[in-house]
């Protein structure tokens, strides 16, 4: 019989699995805004998003900050956060397929 060797630090893995679900979850709330399309038009700190939004400021930083860990968006040293090309897929003029998010958002 094989045994089966944990890794050398299991916290990292078990933190990614415990919060996998969060990812996930704050790019719904993401397209749900339309906080892409309002990236792409210029950068934004989250106070000023959530104003366009409508939504809390505190509440939609950690948002915007999940996103960027993950590479979705970026945070500048100003504290003004940016979308990239991944992020770029949720806008609702790209035709890929993230569409489906879109439109289950809509």
């Known amino acids: ?11 990292e893995p078990m933190l990614r699995m415990l919060n996998g679900h969060c990812p996930q979850q704050a790019l719904y709330v993401a397209a749900v805004l339309g906080v892409a399309d309002l990236l792409f038009v ?7 998003l959530a104003t366009e939004v409508k939504a809390d400021p505190d509440s939609l930083r950690r948002l915007l900050r999940t996103l960027a ?28 397929p993230c569409e489906t998010v879109r439109s289950t958002a809509a």
């Open 42 to 48: 210029r950068p934004m700190d989250a106070d000023g």
């Open 1 to 11: 019989m094989t045994e089966l060797s944990a890794p050398a630090d299991p916290v």
């Open 69 to 96: 860990s993950v590479g979705v968006f970026e945070e500048g040293p100003d504290s003004r956060f940016s979308v990239n090309s991944l992020g770029a897929t949720l806008r609702t003029d790209a035709p890929n």
